[in-house]
C-alpha cells in the first residue's frame, strides 16, 4: 500500500497558494477571489485605494469614504446583547432547573466577556457579511474569539468541508513556554526567524524575532498522525501546527511539525448575516459598495483635478523670449505659454466647467449604494430636506428596518448554534459543583422565582422553628403557626428583594444535589429572544401608556370578554407587553374573570372602603 504523497506542509502550502493566487467561478460571469475580496474590504474600511494613491502624473488621489458609515449602521441595526441570550424549557417540569441553568450561562457569559465577543462579531458581520468564531477549551475554561478574516485560510466555496487554516506568529519566548508544542521542533524552528508577514507574503514590519506558524484543523487521513500506510484510508478530526522554511534544494521546503493530535471537533464555526450560495463568505456592507465607491471617488477625483486647476494661473504670448519662463515670483503658478504672432499678454481661460454635473454623478451612485445597503439619509442621522413629511421619513426607516430584522434573527440562530454546539455541552461539564451562582434577571422572571423560593423557605424556617418549639414543651397552635409564617414570609421577602434584580442560587435550594446531578438528564431547548431587533420607541411608549390608562381606567373590575380579546391581541402584536406576564400577576382581574363565589365574598366592601 502506497503512504500518503503529501505531506501537512504540502497540503499548506497548497492551500495557501490557491487562496492567494486562485479564483472561483460561481457561475458563467461571476469570478470571484475570496483573498481579494478581503484585502479590498479592508483597504475600503481604511480609506485606501487599491490601485496607489497616486495617478499616473503623480497626483494624489481623494478617497471619499461612503463604506464605513453604511457598515457602522449595519452593525448598530443588528446588534445583539447577553441579556438576549435565553434558556427555555421544553417540559413544565423543568421550569425552575431551566432558570438554574440560565443562571450559569450568564455566570459564564459574564466570566468569559461574552458580550466583547458578540460586539466584535457583529462589527465582523457588518464588515464582511460573514464571520468566524472560534471556541477554545483550556484549563476548565471555554473561550469564544472572533477570527480576523486575514488570518484565516479556508476554502472559498465550502468551508464546513475543507481544512481550515489559522495563520499564527508567536516570538521564541512564547513558542517555548507553550506546553503542547514539540521542543525539539522548536529548538530548529527558532533559527529561521523573519519579520512578520501578511497572508499575501508581504511584510508588516522589519522585525525578525516572530515566527510564523500554521494552525490546521480539519479531517485528514490517520496516516498524519501514525506515519503507518495502512492507516492512509482512515479519516479522522485533527490539528495539527505546522511551518515551514525553503530548503537549499530548489522548490524543496524544510517541514516543522510542533503539534498533532486527534480532536472531538472543529473549533472554528462560520456564521452569515444573508448566507450566499456558492460562496464562503457573504455579502457584507461594504462589498454591496464596491462599485458605488469606485464612482464616488472617481467624481471626486476628477472634481479635484478641474479645481487644482482652475486654481493656477497661465498666459499666452506671441514673444518667444518668455517661454517656460515664471511672470509671478514665488509660487508656481503663472508659466507662459506662446500662443499666436503679434498677440499681446493674455490669461489663459482655465477655469473649472460643469463640476455640478460631477457632483450630480457622485450623488447618484450614493444613493444607489444607500438603497442596496437600506441606509437612507435618516438612519444616518442626516436632516431631510425642508419639507419633508416625518410620516414619509418613518416609513422609510421601518422600510429599511425590516432588512435588519432579518439579520438580527439570522444573527440569533447562530447565537443559539454556538450555544448547543459548544457552550451548553461545556456547561454540563463543569457543573459538578455546589458553589453559589447569581443571575441577573427580568422582573417577570424574578416574581416567578420569588413566588416559589419566598415560600419554600419560609416553610423550611418555620417548620425548623417549630420542631425546636416542640422539644422544648412550647407546641404552637394552629393560629401561630400561621403567623410564624407570614412573618417568616415578609422578612424574607423583604431581604431578597434588596438584592435588587439579581437572585443568588446554590444546589441545595432546589435539590440536595450538585448542579451536575440535578441537570443531568435534562432536555436543552435553546432559543435566543431577539430584543435587539429594531423598536418603534415612541409607538412602544403610546402602547404602554394606553395600557396604562385601560387598567386604571378599570378601577380593579375585570375586563370584559371581547374587550379582553382586543386588549391582549393589540399587546401581543406591538410586542410592548406579554399579556402572559399580565395573567402571571397577583390580581388577575385584567386577563381573567374571576370566579362568581369571589365576586360575592364579604372582604369586598372593606377594600372599597379603604379605597
Known sequence: METQTKSIGDLVREAESDYIDGTTQTSKYVEWSLYENIEKIDAYLSSKHTSGEFDSMGREKPFMNIVTASRNIWYRATDLDRKNVKIRPTKSSDDMIVF????????????????????????????????????????????????????????????????????????????????????????????????????????KDNRADFIKLYEVHGNLALSHLTGKPEDDNTY?????????????????????????????????????????DGRTQGIGAVEHLFDAQWMVNHSVK??????????????????????????????????????????????????????TSQQNFASMWKVLGQEITSTPDSLMGANQPSGTAWRQVEALQMEASSLFELMTENKGLAVEDMLR??????????????????????????????????????????????????????????????????????????????????????PSEVEDKTWKEILKDLEWDVEVDITGEPRDTQNLMATLNTTLGIVAGLGGQPMPEEMKVIFNKILEMTGALSPIELSALPNKGI????????????????????Q
Request: aromatic share 8%; hydrophobic share 35%.
Open 421 to 506: 454546539e459548544f457552550v451548553i455541552p461545556f456547561l454540563k461539564k463543569k457543573m459538578d459543583t455546589g458553589e453559589e451562582i447569581a443571575a441577573t434577571l427580568k422582573q417577570y422572571d424574578i416574581d416567578k422565582i420569588d413566588s416559589r423560593y419566598v415560600a419554600n423557605k419560609a416553610t423550611e424556617l418555620t417548620n425548623k422553628l417549630i420542631v425546636e418549639l416542640a422539644l422544648s414543651d412550647e407546641m404552637p397552635t394552629p393560629e401561630d403557626q400561621a403567623l410564624l409564617q407570614e412573618v417568616a414570609e415578609k422578612g424574607i421577602d423583604a431581604t431578597i428583594k434588596s438584592q435588587g434584580n439579581t437572585r443568588y442560587f446554590i
Open 302 to 355: 476628477s472634481i479635484k483635478d478641474q479645481l487644482d486647476l482652475a486654481s493656477k494661473l497661465f498666459f499666452q504670448t506671441s514673444d518667444g523670449n518668455f517661454l517656460g519662463q515664471n511672470a509671478i515670483e514665488s509660487i508656481e503658478t503663472g508659466d507662459v505659454m506662446i500662443h499666436a504672432p503679434n498677440e499681446p499678454l493674455t490669461q489663459v481661460n482655465n477655469g473649472s466647467h460643469d463640476i
Open 100 to 203: 438554574i441553568a440560565t443562571a450559569h450561562l450568564q455566570e459564564w457569559m459574564r466570566r468569559e466577556r461574552f458580550g466583547v465577543f458578540l460586539n466584535d462579531w457583529g462589527r465582523t458581520l457588518a464588515s464582511y457579511g460573514s464571520a468566524i468564531s472560534k471556541f477554545v477549551e483550556k484549563n476548565g475554561k471555554l473561550t469564544p474569539s472572533v477570527m480576523a478574516w486575514n488570518r484565516m485560510i479556508v476554502d472559498p466555496v465550502d468551508f464546513d468541508n475543507n481544512l481550515k487554516i489559522e495563520v499564527l506568529e508567536y516570538t521564541e519566548a512564547q513558542l517555548r513556554q507553550h506546553p503542547g508544542y514539540d521542543q525539539e521542533m522548536v529548538d530548529k524552528l527558532v533559527e529561521t526567524k523573519k519579520a512578520r508577514e501578511t497572508t499575501g507574503l508581504q511584510n
Open 591 to 610: 386577563t381573567e374573570q374571576p370566579q362568581e363565589p369571589q365576586l360575592a365574598s364579604p372582604p369586598v366592601e372593606p377594600l372599597q372602603g379603604n
Open 236 to 276: 479522522v478530526d485533527q490539528m495539527q501546527v505546522v511551518s515551514f522554511v525553503a530548503s537549499k534544494e530548489n522548490g524543496k521546503f524544510d517541514d516543522f511539525v510542533l503539534f498533532k493530535g486527534k480532536e472531538k471537533r472543529c473549533p472554528y464555526m462560520i456564521s452569515h448575516l444573508i448566507e450566499e
